[in-house]
């Protein structure tokens, strides 16, 4: 059974950073491309980050310079770590992970961007 467990949410000031952590197991990880997508209220779920299993990275627009994502295939774990956080960010974060066509995700993880 493939699972994919995600933590690290929480709320943050404007400016301020958080870590989020996605945990794999059922699934040969090494071979996936894993990423974070998000989805505000009201709003589609769409990309943050991309990390293939060659370790190619690709993010959206709005996050370039502030999120960093990265993958220990040691431990099966896909991290955001996110910088500057703006209110904007607010949103539901999801762990993805993509391996022989298939799609899995995480339960969600909030994310609020608050003062």
């Known amino acids: 059974q493939v699972q994919l467990v995600e933590s690290g949410g929480g709320l943050v000031q404007p400016g301020g950073s958080l870590r989020l952590s996605c945990a794999a197991s059922?699934?040969?990880?090494?071979?996936?491309?894993a990423g974070w997508y998000r989805q505000a209220p009201g709003k589609q779920r769409e990309l943050v980050a991309l990390?293939?299993?060659?370790?190619?990275?690709n993010y959206a627009n709005s996050v370039k310079g502030r999120f960093t994502i990265s993958r220990d295939n040691a431990k099966n774990t896909v991290d955001l770590q996110m910088n500057t956080l703006k209110p904007g960010d607010t949103a539901a974060y999801y762990c993805?992970?993509?391996?022989?066509?298939?799609?899995?995700w995480g339960q969600g993880s909030r994310v609020a961007v608050s003062s």
């Open positions: 993805n992970a993509k391996v022989y066509g298939h799609d899995y």
């Open positions: 990390i293939s299993s060659d370790g190619t990275i």
């Open positions: 059922g699934i040969i990880f090494r071979l996936s491309g």
